[in-house]
């Protein structure tokens, strides 16, 4: 008989901004995260026989794996360990989704899914040849981020009447949430509309405050059956649905590719994962009382918005509009500030972030949320996506 998988701890470390951790590694921030999760769920170290992760930039850049954790953490056994196969931030609910699995088919008790950034290394910037992709947008001089999703974001302007104020109206938004949050790295800094339009642009339509942190840190979550979770000292909060999914033909998306379908090209190539994910977990788009999307770049959140049906097709700056992802909003969206506000943690952060909202322990508390959204970084092939419900 099935049982459901839910989570019952949370841990993380410090946040801190690039080259504050220069002096630690990845695996040792991942197995601070672990122990603070473990320590949340009341359990002992030994309890923990699965590790789940989801993969760096490149496959084969993993620092901190299995073999080396269950050494640190000194685990007497491991009976699962895997890692999502995608690159950065698109694997993040797909990690909930496979410890999901493992404990709900009995192949292991107690997984903790964890992620850990240290950003001191070269990331983007210049022509890196193990990239193979980046060899379709280096000849025209697009080597990070900001650039390959500026394209996919002006395409969605230039389709839809996109406005710069919409884009802004998320940035300032997740600030004023961030301003709630005393472990956001910028959460002691106001941002006002006004600052937003009158920062420099970094690639056009993207603006310095449309652009995520550029930091370190790691997060960490327990995930077992409900009925082991009553051993617990917490109380777990539910895995309605995780899923993974893509569209065709993407390839390596913006991420140095940018030979996408038409059709798609500015969407966040989810594919049929909305429908399916809403469609496991039993629930309607307008249950969802609090969102956590990814948010590298503030027109992600709008397309993801439209790409999981809280909107059609273009609609996704109107619906930014007029106070809706605040606080008392139709749909609060990233309440810890998010990705633009708190810390980039490849969208660990905003999982945990739900799991606080489902508890009730949020510094920007939605009042009586019973279901939360989690949408990883779409464009990447495959992305994920998650649904909590209060315990």
């Known amino acids: ?9 949370i841990g993380r470390t410090a946040f801190a901004k690039r080259g504050g951790f220069a002096s630690r590694s990845e695996l040792d921030l991942a197995a601070e ?3 603070a999760a473990v320590a ?4 002992d170290l030994a309890a923990i026989d699965g590790l789940v992760t989801y993969a760096n930039e490149m496959p084969g850049e993993d620092a901190y794996g299995a073999a080396l954790l269950q050494v640190v953490l000194g685990l007497p056994q491991l009976r699962h360990a895997s890692v999502v196969y ?5 694997g993040g609910c797909g990690a909930i989704a496979l410890a999901a699995s493992a404990v709900e088919s009995g192949r292991a008790a107690n997984v903790a899914v964890f992620r850990s950034l240290v950003q001191s290394g070269q990331r983007y910037g210049r022509y890196n040849p193990q990239r193979p992709f980046y060899s379709w947008s280096a000849p025209y001089g697009a080597f990070a981020p900001p650039v390959f999703y500026a394209l996919t974001m002006r395409r969605h302007m230039h389709r839809y009447s996109t406005t710069a104020e919409q884009l802004g109206a998320v940035a300032v938004t997740f600030r004023e949430h961030a ?3 005393p472990a956001a790295l910028l959460g002691s800094r106001r941002l006002t509309m006004e600052d937003y339009l009158a920062s420099r642009f970094i690639a056009e339509p993207y603006r310095l405050y449309d652009c995520c942190l550029e930091s370190e840190g790691a997060a960490a979550f327990v995930v077992t059956t409900q009925e082991r979770a009553r051993d617990t000292a917490t109380r777990p909060v539910r895995i309605l649905a ?3 999914g893509s569209g065709a033909g993407w390839g390596g998306g913006p991420i140095g590719w940018h030979n996408m379908p038409l059709e798609t090209y500015e ?4 594919g049929d994962l909305p429908d399916r994910l809403f469609g496991r977990a039993g629930v309607a788009r307008g249950d969802i009382d609090v969102a956590q999307i990814y948010d590298a770049f503030t027109g992600m959140v709008l397309v993801a918005l439209e790409d999981y049906g809280f909107c059609a097709r273009g609609e996704g700056g109107p619906f930014v509009e007029d106070g809706r992802i605040g606080l008392g909003g139709a749909l609060p969206l990233n309440t810890s500030g998010g990705h633009l506000s708190e810390v980039y943690l490849h969208g660990a952060n905003l999982i945990f972030e739900a799991v606080r909202q489902m508890r009730g322990t949020s510094t920007a508390q939605v009042e009586g949320a019973e279901l939360a959204f989690v949408a990883a970084g779409g464009a990447l092939s495959p992305t994920s996506a998650l649904i909590l419900a209060r315990p």
Do not use: F, K, P, W
């Open 1 to 9: 008989m099935r049982q459901a998988a839910c989570i019952v701890g």
């Open 33 to 35: 995260a672990i122990r």
């Open 40 to 43: 949340d769920a009341g359990l």
């Open 86 to 90: 995608t690159s950065g931030g698109g």
């Open 179 to 181: 301003n709630r949050n």
């Open 242 to 244: 995780a899923e993974q």
């Open 267 to 270: 969407t966040g190539n989810v």
